[in-house]
């Protein structure tokens, strides 16, 4: 019931595509879904969250969108870019009992 | 860069030994947080600090403890060390205690256990 599941492992988009990562959580305890950007040798930072009071939250090229019934939140990167090659993240956290369940992380490349 | 600094960067021991890591947060951050990535794991939240005090506890054996120095400061200790301990550790920092705050990364310590 702790876990996030995440999909795809790893994806392959052509530069100008859009990049969709999914995750799935079971807690409804949950109320803070954050994803993080890592790039090879670097911590993971912060990219953008989302409560689940909101379906959908764009920030540039990057988009969160919730399904709250489903229990599902996924990351669209739009025209995606060879620099956004990295590894990200979904984490869920419950405020109530400090919970950071994170994802086990998607491998993005995208090809120029 | 984040303003996160881990020390040491890599870290290579035995089996059975100890080791100390080393976390200072970014200037004017209360908390501190431990994680753990391994290939096959992903990220596993170990431990969050905040202004000295234990804030909460994740999948922390009992063979890893931490503490936060007045200084804020923070140290994670692994002893008994196992083949499987061998992971990159992270160490994060936000401004308040709450769990929507912000996290911030640093670059992380590699342990190698041989």
């Known amino acids: 019931q702790q876990q996030v599941k995440q999909s795809p492992q790893s994806l392959i988009v052509q530069k100008g595509g859009i990049s969709i990562i999914n995750c799935a959580y079971e807690?409804?305890?949950?109320?803070?879904f954050p994803w993080y950007q890592q790039f090879p040798g670097k911590g993971p930072a912060l990219l953008i969250a989302?409560?689940?009071?909101?379906s959908e939250k764009k920030e540039g090229r990057f988009t969160i969108s919730f399904n709250k019934s489903a229990k599902q939140f996924s990351l669209h990167i739009m025209d995606s870019q060879p620099g956004d090659s990295a590894t990200y993240f979904c984490?869920?956290?419950?405020?109530?009992?400090?919970?950071?369940?994170f994802g086990t992380g998607t491998r993005l490349k995208v090809l120029a | 860069d984040s303003g996160v600094t881990q020390t040491p960067k890599h870290l290579i021991t035995a089996t059975g030994q100890r080791v100390t890591l080393r976390c200072s947060p970014r200037?004017?951050?209360?908390?501190v947080y431990w994680y753990q990535q391994s290939l096959d794991q992903g990220l596993q939240f170990l431990i969050q600090?905040?202004?000295?005090?234990?804030?909460a506890k994740g999948n922390i054996l009992e063979r890893f403890s931490a503490q936060q120095f007045p200084d804020l400061h923070s140290e994670l200790n692994l002893s008994s060390l196992e083949l499987g301990d061998s992971a990159l550790y992270f160490c994060?920092?936000?401004?308040?205690?709450?769990?929507?705050?912000?996290?911030?990364f640093g670059p992380g310590t590699r342990l190698t256990v041989l």
């Open positions: 994060a920092s936000s401004v308040g205690g709450t769990s929507n705050n912000e996290q911030f």
């Open positions: 807690n409804t305890a949950f109320d803070y």
């Open positions: 989302i409560r689940p009071d909101v």
């Open positions: 984490a869920a956290i419950a405020s109530g009992t400090y919970k950071y369940i």
């Open positions: 200037s004017g951050d209360l908390s």
């Open positions: 600090y905040y202004n000295g005090e234990e804030r």
